[in-house]
């Protein structure tokens, strides 16, 4: 049984900032890549930002030179870090992490259950 637990949403004024995380624990063998998506009411779900084990990084063209993903590997942790947030930031991000429970099993991606950012005046 794997847990992914998010935290760090809510609302927040333009031009703010707010930090979320997201915890694995359980059963989890080795962890590969993490990962933040959001998705809109009436849109698709998008990745916004990617690390690999090793700490590459990607992101969407849309949060570039705002956001910030970084992760803790001691404590199977990945961050997401959003300055200058815009409305259009508006969405509920969901956690999303490439793990494995066994050393003789692939790895598998595994969902948190989605945090609200909500950015409003």
């Known amino acids: 049984q794997v847990q992914l637990v998010e935290s760090g949403g809510g609302l927040v004024q333009p031009g703010g900032s707010l930090r979320l995380s997201c915890a694995a624990s359980?059963?989890?063998?080795?962890?590969?890549?993490m990962g933040w998506y959001r998705q809109a009411p009436g849109k698709q779900r998008e990745l916004v930002a990617s690390?690999?084990?090793?700490?590459?990084?990607n992101y969407a063209d849309s949060v570039k030179g705002r956001f910030t993903i970084s992760r803790d590997n001691a404590k199977n942790t990945v961050y997401l870090q959003m300055n200058s947030l815009k409305p259009e930031d508006t969405a509920v991000y969901y956690c999303?992490?490439?793990?494995?429970?066994?050393?003789?099993?692939?790895?598998?991606?595994?969902w948190g259950q989605g945090t609200q950012v909500t950015v409003s005046s």
């Open positions: 999303n992490v490439y793990l494995s429970t066994r050393p003789t099993r692939g790895a598998s991606p595994y």
């Open positions: 359980g059963s989890i063998f080795s962890i590969y890549a």
């Open positions: 690390i690999t084990r090793d700490g590459s990084t």
